[in-house]
C-alpha cells in the first residue's frame, strides 16, 4: 500500500531552520505531484507548498516565500521542505501528501498523506 513517511521535525528557536523530509512507497513517485500542508492547534489545514513531477515548478504560501524551498528526489522518492528563519507562528504539524491532480494548493485534490511531524519555533 502506499506510504508517505515524513521526518525532520523538532524544536527550534526563531530565525533558526530545519529540513523535513518525505520519503513515498507503494506508488509511482514521479507520476505524483507533492505539496506539504501544516495545521496548527485549533486552526484548519492550510497549503505551504508544492512542486511539479519533474521539479519544474513549484508553488509557495505567501506565509513562507522566500523563507522555505520544496525539493524532490525522484531517485530516492523523496520530497524535501527546506526551512529557513523559522517564526514561532510557524508552529505546527507538517504533512506531505501527493496528487495526481493538477490543482495544488487545495487539501481535498491530494490522493495520499502521510501522518505528520511536528515542528515547534519557541521564540
Known amino acids: 500500500q502506499v506510504q508517505l513517511v515524513e521526518s525532520g521535525g523538532g524544536l527550534v528557536q526563531a530565525g533558526g531552520s530545519l529540513r523535513l523530509s518525505c520519503v513515498a512507497s507503494g506508488l509511482t513517485f514521479s507520476t505524483y505531484a507533492m505539496g506539504w500542508f501544516r495545521q496548527a492547534p485549533g486552526k484548519e489545514r492550510e497549503f505551504v507548498a508544492a512542486?511539479?513531477?519533474?521539479?519544474?515548478?513549484?508553488l509557495n504560501a505567501d506565509t513562507v516565500k522566500g523563507r522555505f524551498t520544496i525539493s524532490r528526489d525522484n531517485a530516492k522518492n523523496t520530497v524535501y521542505l527546506q526551512m529557513d528563519s523559522l517564526k514561532p507562528e510557524d508552529t505546527a504539524v507538517y504533512y506531505c501528501?501527493?496528487?495526481?491532480?493538477?490543482?495544488?494548493?487545495?487539501?481535498?485534490?491530494?490522493?495520499?498523506w502521510g501522518q505528520g511531524t511536528q515542528v515547534t519555533v519557541s521564540s
Open positions: 501528501a501527493a496528487t495526481s491532480s493538477g490543482t495544488y494548493i487545495y487539501s481535498v485534490k491530494y490522493n495520499y
Open positions: 512542486i511539479t513531477r519533474s521539479s519544474g515548478s513549484t
